[in-house]
């Protein structure tokens, strides 16, 4: 398993706002971490990349204690809000994390090709667009070829033929033997994914895969199907 | 610590300014432009704007990279930068060291102007050498950074930040002996003076641009200069954090 998160809890400003997560990711697995906003997805994220206080539980990435110095080259981690320099231009944001992570130019290049931002090198990251600056925090994150890969609503604000064609990028990560975490609200990108962790309120509802889902709510609609296992806990209260 | 990680930062840090030609111009222009008018409203006094604009030539860069740096620091913590390089192989030096080379760079050139300006244009007198004052404008600088680095963990906004100037930094340059001689002043004050760093960044830049003697008492007010900036460094480098709430 990539990822190995037992009875994780959480407390943000006094509150508890993960009440004893566990979960599984498997390796080479796209997973989607789905779930309304404000449920825990970019604090379950965070938990697992290691930047988050936590108050109980374990959380295993890789093998190791997540947080572990030695997987800060094997992790890669995009924020939802693109954190890049804006000040800088693409190419120089890309050239500094990837002396960081010590990678070279021909890597650099490469990335900016498969996010589709070979045009926007010279162009200062404060002045692109919300979706370009997304991918250059994505590519960013691409540099070091991480194991695994945790995004926070990486496809938010992209036009549908980009966001294909991210999809497409991450199923080939995943082929190439990648683990790939990715969150998202919206319910119709569900269907690209391998697994599924579904999350409200704090709480993992459900971890099933698409087609599972759509089997035992009896729902094709993946949204339709999310309602139903809501509903369904709801009851079960 | 890395080399390469360290050296990356900085010309990171050097690569963000470079595209803010106005904050470049201004960093350079401003220090001596006040010079300018310092010389003019102390106009026909001249042992007067010796005694102020002479050490003053080596503590703007205390002050301007006290601001700069919290500024910086502050943005890269709002922006998320902050927490993407916590997250890759980075070490916290790195990141204070980068800030600490690309910041020193450009307080030796703001030194630099101000020096020329001051000890050329001015004639403002250096017994001991104008390249002195500079070195020790950049020591300054580096403190001034060091300080700045350390307190902007305690600002949420720019408008906190940029009050801790007024706070942190008018009190010091007014305890220091710039202004009024140190013994002038109230006891609990001139007691105080001794533990504030701006007073021995003061007193070396006093000696450097007086007749008397250099002496020993300049190497220990660079010594405490410098310790204060590591220990403003150390204590900046607990306020980076891995892991936040």
């Known amino acids: ?237 | 610590m890395s080399a390469r990680v360290t050296l990356a930062t900085a010309q990171r840090v050097l690569w963000q300014i470079r595209h803010d030609p106005r904050t470049i111009a201004l960093l350079l222009a401003v220090p001596a432009l006040l010079l300018v008018l310092l010389r003019y409203v102390f106009d026909g006094r001249e042992a007067v704007f010796q005694s102020i604009g002479a050490p003053l030539c080596g503590l703007f860069p205390f002050i301007v990279m006290f601001l700069v740096t919290s500024i910086t620091m502050l943005r890269e913590r709002t922006t998320g930068t902050l927490e993407r390089l916590m997250t890759l192989p980075l070490a916290k030096l790195d990141l204070l060291g980068g800030y600490a080379i690309a910041f020193g760079l450009l307080a030796a050139a703001q030194a630099v102007v101000v020096c020329i300006v001051g000890f050329v244009f001015l004639g403002l007198d250096a017994p001991h050498g104008a390249w002195l004052v500079a070195v020790l404008a950049v020591f300054n600088a580096l403190l001034g950074m060091a300080l700045g680095l350390f307190v902007s963990a305690f600002a949420q906004t720019e408008f906190q930040a940029v009050q801790f100037m007024p706070a942190l930094i008018f009190p010091q340059l007014l305890l220091c002996g710039l202004f009024v001689a140190r013994d002038d002043m109230a006891s609990v004050l001139y007691a105080i003076s001794w533990a504030l760093p701006l007073t021995y960044a003061y007193d070396a830049l006093a000696r450097a641009t007086s007749l008397a003697p250099l002496g020993a008492r300049l190497v220990l007010d660079v010594l405490v200069v410098v310790g204060c900036t590591l220990g403003a460094l150390a204590l900046g480098a607990l306020t980076l954090r891995r892991r936040t709430a």
Request: some cysteine; proline content about 3%; aromatic content about 4%.
């Open chain 1, 1 to 237: 398993m990539a990822v190995q998160v037992e009875d994780l809890r959480v407390v943000r400003g006094g509150n508890e706002v993960l009440h004893g997560v566990s979960l599984a990711v498997a390796d080479g697995s796209v997973t989607g971490l789905l779930g309304p906003s404000g449920c825990g997805k970019s604090t379950l994220m965070r938990s697992i990349v290691g930047v988050q206080i936590v108050e109980g539980g374990t959380v295993t990435v890789l093998g190791l204690p997540a947080g572990s110095a030695s997987l800060r080259r094997r992790i890669g981690y995009v924020t939802q809000a693109p954190s890049v320099y804006g000040d800088l231009t693409v190419l120089e944001n890309l050239r500094y994390f990837a002396r960081v992570v010590g990678v070279g130019r021909d890597r650099v290049a490469e990335v900016l090709d498969s996010v589709g931002l070979s045009q926007f090198t010279s162009r200062l990251t404060s002045s692109l667009s919300g979706g370009e600056r997304a991918r250059v925090s994505l590519a960013s994150a691409l540099l070091g070829r991480p194991q695994l890969l945790v995004l926070d609503e990486p496809t938010v604000g992209l036009d549908p033929v980009l966001r294909t064609e991210l999809w497409r990028m991450f199923h080939s990560l995943a082929h190439d033997g990648t683990t790939l975490l990715i969150s998202s609200h919206v319910m119709d990108e569900a269907a690209e994914c391998d697994d599924l962790l579904l999350m409200r309120d704090g709480a993992l509802l459900e971890q099933t895969t698409p087609d599972a889902l759509r089997r035992s709510t009896g729902q094709d609609d993946l949204s339709k199907a999310f309602l139903a296992v809501i509903e369904a806990a709801e009851r079960s209260r």
